[in-house]
């Protein structure tokens, strides 16, 4: 039989032993599956493990003994440990602790009585050898100097804030006015002020037109100069009627700019068509209530007829707008179907003048593709939100004609007194609180 290989010996030859053992039982049964037990290898196998088993019983008997001979020492030392124990009486450590405290306590008595007899030493020859050195030289306060303190807290007063004004002007990196677009290669139309006294942002102002007839106001008159600018660089009768309006960033106004522009052209007797080619957001298509069909309806092929699309503005019945409609899930593939330039072209038959609103340069390739179709493109640069840094690249795509007859127009800026030729009391806000949230697939919406 063979024997357990769990038997709870720790000795690691004895285990190797029951291991070589019980493999000679396994190559015996084998054997004799196969002949008798008087087969030679048989019997060899048989001796063998006889002498396997006599090994075995040896090994652990010398493991029994050598258990027992740890047993009694270890019974030893323990005798030895309980009669040291019962040898040392109770009493003697007790007094051996009294006479540990009694030193502490009669060190620290000896300690605080010496500091008692130097204390009353010191107090008996104290020495009164005070005497005046120097004659006051003032009956007044030395310190604190009054006029020091006034004159330090005026040089702060205005150190301070002239250093927080320079250190915002210098991090600010960004288009503040007309000074820093006008070194610029681009052809200037010209620039739409904002009078932040008088903005105002409250809830139904968004998404306003704000030229009117007849108004005299600072916004109204920047749009027809800038509406003077355009019809000169225009001039729609040679055929320049097509006019993509983009930017460089979301929220730089376009869509306010195309809608006002339009307005301001349409009340001279023109006939101006918007069409809101942002088909991701399509916020030109929110100044007339958002239709349900529009561009993009169209394009898909869901409408026939675009006259049924397009919206007339109750403020002039020149001025119409083509809206976005539905958003669709494939913006590009429609724009660049040829469905929509046939459209443009008979847009361009009908109209004076047809503003796209174009999405921005750098979010989409919309605007490239819209451009193909234009006569001239219009750049949007909005004042506190266009970085400087971005002037040259503005340069590069006039210069390499990657739009047509590229211009720009600055929005927003902060406009000096009298730029249009009124006193302070034509001192009127731009900032109706038209909102832009842009989200072309990155998830962030962004409002100005």
């Not at 000896?110 to 107090?123: G, I």
């Not at 009956?139 to 303190?149: M, Q």
């Not at 600018?229 to 729609?236: D, K």
């Not at 806000?429 to 842009?438: D, L």
Request: hydrophobic share 35%; with cysteine.
């Amino acid at each position: 039989k063979m024997l357990p290989m769990n038997s709870g010996v720790a000795n690691v030859d004895i285990q190797s032993q029951i291991t070589d053992y019980n493999n000679l039982v396994l190559q015996r049964n084998s054997l004799l599956a196969k002949s008798s037990d008087k087969n030679p290898l048989v019997v060899q196998l048989n001796e063998q493990m006889d002498q396997m088993r006599h090994a075995i019983l040896a090994s652990v008997d010398n493991s029994i003994n050598a258990l027992n001979m740890q047993i009694s020492s270890l019974q030893g030392s323990q005798a030895s440990t309980t009669s040291k124990i019962a040898s040392n009486p109770s009493q003697a450590k007790y007094l051996l602790s009294v006479e540990r405290q009694q030193k502490v306590k009669e060190s620290l008595y000896l300690f605080l009585l010496q500091k008692r007899e130097e204390n009353e030493l010191s107090q008996a020859f104290t020495a009164y050898n005070t005497r005046v050195v120097n004659k006051p030289a003032s009956f007044g306060p030395t310190a604190p100097n009054t006029r020091n303190i006034l004159m330090m807290s005026f040089l702060l007063g205005l150190a301070i804030p002239f250093g927080v004004v320079y250190l915002m002007e210098s991090n600010n990196t960004k288009v503040r006015g007309r000074k820093d677009v006008e070194h610029l290669a681009v052809p200037f139309l010209g620039e739409l002020p904002q009078d932040g006294h008088e903005k105002k942002k409250e809830a139904g102002e968004a998404n306003t037109i704000v030229v009117k007839g007849g108004k005299l106001d600072i916004i109204n008159e920047a749009f027809r100069v800038l509406r003077t600018n355009v019809e000169f660089m225009c001039n729609s009768s040679e055929g320049n009627k097509v006019i993509a309006m983009t930017s460089f960033n979301p929220g730089s106004g376009k869509s306010f700019v195309s809608m006002n522009l339009g307005m301001a052209i349409a009340l001279k007797g023109k006939k101006v068509l918007i069409v809101d080619g942002d088909m991701r957001h399509g916020s030109t298509s929110a100044y007339m209530g958002s239709p349900a069909k529009g561009l993009a309806d169209y394009l898909g092929g869901a409408v026939s007829e675009v006259d049924t699309l397009i919206v007339k503005t109750p403020e002039c019945q020149n001025m119409q707008v083509l809206p976005i409609g539905s958003i669709p899930p494939n913006p590009t593939e429609l724009l660049e179907s040829p469905r929509f330039g046939e459209l443009i072209g008979e847009l361009k038959s009908r109209f004076d003048y047809v503003i796209i609103d174009c999405p921005p340069i750098e979010v989409v390739a919309d605007a490239q593709i819209i451009d193909k179709f234009a006569d001239r493109t219009f750049f949007v640069i909005r004042a506190g939100l266009f970085d400087r840094s971005m002037l040259p690249e503005l340069d590069r795509l006039y210069e390499e004609k990657k739009y047509r007859n590229m211009s720009f127009i600055l929005n927003g800026s902060r406009n000096d007194q009298g730029r249009y030729g009124y006193s302070h009391t034509y001192r009127y806000g731009y900032g109706y609180g038209y909102g832009y949230g842009y989200n072309y697939g990155s998830g962030e919406k962004k409002e100005e």
